[in-house]
């Protein structure tokens, strides 16, 4: 399985961000697995955002939960995040993520290379 | 700053032994496995070790897990310069209901 962030244009202050993730070598329609969104910033190094099972069913990070909404695309196998209003904050690497279901909680298993967003006026 | 503590820095020399700390709390080491991730600068990060102390299949057996109450680590043996990444420690969080990582050691073979 393999993740590919798409490579957001110039972001300003305010705007929504918009990323998709491309999925290959496996079908999001199979298992129990959530697609989720993952930032890393030197200061506060990595931090989950969210994530969506491939029902509809969506868990946010309360910190970003006003703000972010992430979506699903089985048959273009591609899922999405949008982050609105943002902020020089949300200067960060995003990376996309596959988890699987485990017990009661989900842990993240394939990660995507990753995709630098700058916010800057 | 990363809700899972670890050291940021740790080093050896080819052939040794180096351990990784990771520390959290009850609502997360202290409940739920730990996973491992190797990150590269400009890769994608790599699951190591899940579920405290399993391997997924191609890692080698130079890379171990423990876990002890909230305390995890990663041990690596027989030191290699290929070695040399970032390695962050992470766990399912009761409060956050989602994963929370450590702030990641960046691991040098001297």
């Known amino acids: 399985l393999q993740l590919q962030e798409s490579a957001p244009g110039p972001v300003k202050p305010s705007e929504t961000l918009s990323l998709t993730c491309t999925v290959s070598?496996?079908?999001?329609?199979?298992?129990?697995?959530?697609w989720g969104w993952i930032r890393q910033t030197p200061g506060k190094g990595l931090e989950w955002l969210g994530s969506i099972h491939k029902d509809g069913n969506t868990f946010y990070n309360p910190s970003l939960k006003s703000r972010l909404t992430t979506s699903i695309d089985t048959s273009k196998n591609q899922f999405f995040m949008q982050l609105t209003s943002v902020t020089a904050a949300d200067t960060a690497v995003y990376f996309c993520a596959f988890g699987i279901s485990y017990s009661s909680y989900f842990y993240i298993d394939v990660w995507g290379k990753g995709t630098t967003v700058t916010v800057s006026s | 700053q990363s809700v899972l503590t670890q050291p940021p820095s740790a080093s050896g020399t080819p052939g040794q032994r180096v351990t990784i700390s990771c520390s959290g709390s009850?609502?997360?080491?202290?409940?739920?496995?730990v996973y491992w991730y190797l990150q590269v600068p400009g890769a994608a990060p790599r699951l190591l070790i899940y579920?405290?102390?399993q391997r997924p299949s191609g890692v080698s057996d130079r890379f171990s897990g423990s876990k002890s109450g909230t305390l995890a680590s990663l041990a690596i043996s027989g030191l290699r310069s290929e070695d040399e990444a970032d390695y962050v420690c992470a766990a399912w969080d009761d409060n956050l209901r989602g994963p929370v990582f450590g702030g990641g050691t960046t691991v040098t073979v001297l």
């Open positions: 009850s609502s997360n080491i202290g409940k739920y496995f």
């Open positions: 579920r405290n102390d």
């Open positions: 070598g496996g079908s999001m329609n199979s298992g129990s697995y959530y």
